[in-house]
């Protein structure tokens, strides 16, 4: 199997600045697309950003321009860069991977278990 370990969560002021890792460790036969997930209070999970392995991101409108995704391949690592914090940035932010453990040898999602993210003004 593979496991996803995040940290980097906290709380922070509007206008300031988190970065997020996701580390991935396990059987771990390939990493596909890495990305990040959110959940507000009271919310469904949405999408924050994906990167694929060769390095195309993707964001949701919401963050575009304030936050950036990369990855490191060698590392197994996904990060997220958040800048220009806003209050309806707080939420549970998840790690995603789509990747294909040597047990299985076929893709399936894997998911962290989630950092805490606060805005405060």
């Known amino acids: 199997q593979v496991q996803l370990v995040e940290s980097g969560g906290g709380s922070v002021q509007a206008g300031g600045s988190l970065r997020l890792s996701c580390a991935a460790s396990?059987?771990?036969?390939?990493?596909?697309?890495m990305g990040w997930y959110r959940q507000p209070p009271g919310k469904q999970r949405e999408l924050v950003a994906t990167?694929?392995?060769?390095?195309?991101?993707n964001y949701a409108d919401s963050v575009q321009g304030r936050f950036t995704i990369s990855r490191d391949n060698v590392k197994n690592t996904v990060f997220l860069q958040m800048n220009s914090l806003k209050l309806e940035d707080t939420a549970v932010y998840y790690c995603?991977?789509?990747?294909?453990?040597?047990?299985?040898?076929?893709?399936?999602?894997?998911w962290g278990q989630g950092t805490q993210v606060t805005v405060s003004s």
């Open positions: 396990g059987s771990i036969f390939r990493i596909n697309a």
């Open positions: 995603n991977a789509r990747a294909i453990a040597y047990t299985t040898l076929y893709e399936r999602p894997y």
């Open positions: 990167i694929t392995n060769s390095g195309s991101t």
